[in-house]
């Protein structure tokens, strides 16, 4: 059964930084891309940012460039996200998501809240 689990939101003030992480099972995890997707309080899903299977590719919407760094740990089954210069429009719930071979999203963690405000 595939399981990813996300964890590392919270509460952190403009300018602040976070790291996300995505824990995964079930699946050969090296062997996919993945993607950061988030979903700001009444607004739609924004794609954020995605990582080839072996890591050296990444790609980021342009609201986040030069301040989010999407990374990946295959030994551990690990997906990151490092935010930092946050800003209160970077309040979302986070989810990762498993991109399939045809470049869809097949499966979704439950989300983390991040919530930038003073």
């Known amino acids: 059964e595939v399981q990813l689990v996300e964890s590392g939101g919270g509460l952190v003030q403009p300018g602040g930084s976070l790291r996300l992480s995505c824990a995964a099972s079930?699946?050969?995890?090296?062997?996919?891309?993945m993607t950061w997707v988030r979903q700001a309080p009444g607004k739609g899903l924004e794609w954020v940012s995605h990582?080839?299977?072996?890591?050296?590719?990444?790609v980021y919407v342009d609201s986040v460039k030069e301040r989010f760094t999407i990374s990946r740990d295959n030994a551990k089954n690990t997906l990151y996200l490092q935010m930092n210069s946050l800003k209160p429009e970077d309040t979302a719930v986070y989810y990762c998501?498993?991109?399939?071979?045809?470049?869809?999203?097949?499966?979704w963690g439950q989300g983390t809240q991040v919530t930038v405000s003073s």
């Open positions: 990582i080839n299977s072996g890591g050296g590719n990444t």
């Open positions: 998501a498993k991109r399939n071979q045809a470049g869809f999203n097949d499966y």
């Open positions: 079930g699946f050969t995890f090296s062997n996919y891309e």
